[in-house]
């Protein structure tokens, strides 16, 4: 595994290569909003993909990179991750079909920027459809609008009793319910045969 800086208009990022033996495509994942790319969803889905002969690159956002916790706002998020996207696509993992995605926020940020990143394809880790509800607030608006703007082939591997909630199926967009949370640590095998699965279909 290689580690490389990207710069980006927040300042740079970084991203975590890990190249598959005679790649047939590439998967670019972003972590969650509190989380890194160690999350182990996202290092199991990296060893599904690499079994699937895809190529990974789990890319850090800039301000997580710069040692910072508070995420910062989504239009921030999004031009850092189109400009470590198109590094990627333009240098370490050019000249193979693009597959874009995350886990929880990181997928949220996949699916707005999907059109524009010329991804194939998406995958979603923890999709967070429906933030929990505040005691004495009214619910905030569902986010299912992202998951539907996307215009690609799209997996949701989404936890079963997932505090979130569980997105529905779409034309293009498959749902994987396995057992857990929003962590997606219950079963990570499961995880794992999920996305190995999906990527198999994808590339066949």
């Known amino acids: 595994m290689a580690a490389i800086d990207i710069e980006t208009p927040h300042g740079p990022g970084r991203a975590h290569l890990h190249p598959a033996s005679d790649a047939r495509a590439a998967l670019v994942l972003g972590h969650g909003a509190g989380g890194t790319v160690e999350a182990p969803d996202l290092l ?4 599904a993909a690499n079994a699937q002969q895809v190529s990974v690159a789990l890319v850090e956002q800039p301000y997580l990179v710069a040692g910072k916790r508070s995420s910062p706002a989504p239009s921030t998020l999004d031009a850092a991750w189109l400009a470590a996207v198109a590094h990627l696509a333009s240098g370490e993992l050019s000249g193979m079909p693009l597959i874009v995605g995350g886990r929880s926020a990181g997928a949220r940020v996949a699916c707005r920027t999907a059109a524009q990143s010329g991804a194939a394809a998406v995958l979603c880790l923890a999709f967070p459809l429906q933030p ?3 005691k004495g607030k009214p619910p905030s608006p569902d986010r299912l609008h992202e998951l539907d703007a996307v215009n690609v082939p ?4 989404q936890g079963e009793s997932d505090r979130f909630g569980m997105p529905p199926e779409g034309e293009q967009r498959e749902v994987a319910r ?18 190995a699965e999906w990527l198999a279909q994808l590339l066949r």
């Open 44 to 47: 199991v889905a990296t060893e």
């Open 132 to 134: 929990p509800a505040r």
């Open 154 to 157: 799209t997996l949701v591997v």
């Open 178 to 195: 396995v057992p857990g949370d929003h962590a997606l640590k219950k079963d990570l095998e499961a995880v794992g045969a999920a996305v």
